[in-house]
């Protein structure tokens, strides 16, 4: 597999990275939830409980969802903090309508705001949450280290930031394991349920070549975050990143 940091979803596509994952996600949302489930057998629920652990801890009286996608996380947030205000941010309207659906109708609508907006520009004054969250979606950003210094910009002195995202098993038999999982199996099920047949072979090909543990830990200290630490999930096939400012 080619080992390029721009690896977009559609091949033949003139757009932008941005552009293209805004379509890619716009087209898999109505079977994002479902498939997500079947994808990380149902293991997703465990390390989001760990980021909803660390966040809560912090008892945050604001608190960002960066690329919130269909909402889950800052749904599970909600639950555990009903005093804390809540915005869900994406660049995807699909995934964002989706999220609005599950909140319809219910006393969360006062607590959660689900908008539009690109984690590159976001449109929030300095140090304005307390808490912030991105799960799978800083692989999707088209500039890495732009969407990292915005979230730095709106956190708030002393604040928590949490990073949930895939990352490569290194050890035998892990390693060659999950490489069997993503190259054959992930997309084999993407093609067969979902409507948009290349995004899961988009979503396992920016998966290997994205940087995980020491390189993103390195990355967040050059963008200023501190206390920066990871911890590997599941034989290192997700990672969970902390930091503060
Ligand atoms: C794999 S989904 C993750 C959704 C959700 N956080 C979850 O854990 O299920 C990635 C999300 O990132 C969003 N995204 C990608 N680039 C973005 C950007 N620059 N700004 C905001 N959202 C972005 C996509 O639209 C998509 O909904």
Sequence with gaps: MKKDPSITPYKD?????????????????GNYDGLNRVISMGIDQKWRKKVI???????????????????????????????????????S?????????????????????????????????????????????????????KGLSEILRVLAPGGIFVILETSVPTKF??????????????PLIGKIFSKDKVAYRYLSESASVFPFG????????KIGFKQV???PQTLGVATIYSATK
């Design 173 to 186: 038999p892990f390693k060659q394991g999950y490489g069997v999982y993503s190259k054959a199996i992930l």
């Design 214 to 221: 020491e390189k993103l830990n390195n990355i967040l200290q």
């Design 93 to 145: 309207e699909g995934m964002l309508s989706m999220a609005r659906k599950k909140v319809e109708g219910t006393s969360l609508q006062q607590q959660i705001d689900f908008i539009k907006g690109d984690s590159e520009a976001l449109p929030f004054s300095d140090n304005s949450f307390e808490a912030i969250t991105v799960s799978f979606g800083i692989r999707n950003f088209q500039n890495l280290e």
């Design 13 to 29: 596509h003139q757009g932008s990275k941005k552009e293209q994952v805004e379509e890619m996600f716009d087209n898999i949302s």
């Design 229 to 231: 630490e990871h911890k």
């Design 53 to 91: 652990d660390l966040i809560t801890s912090k008892q945050p009286k604001s608190y960002l969802d960066i690329a919130t996608g269909t909402g889950d996380l800052a749904l599970q947030f909600a639950e555990r903090l009903p005093d804390t205000k809540i915005v869900g941010l994406d660049l």
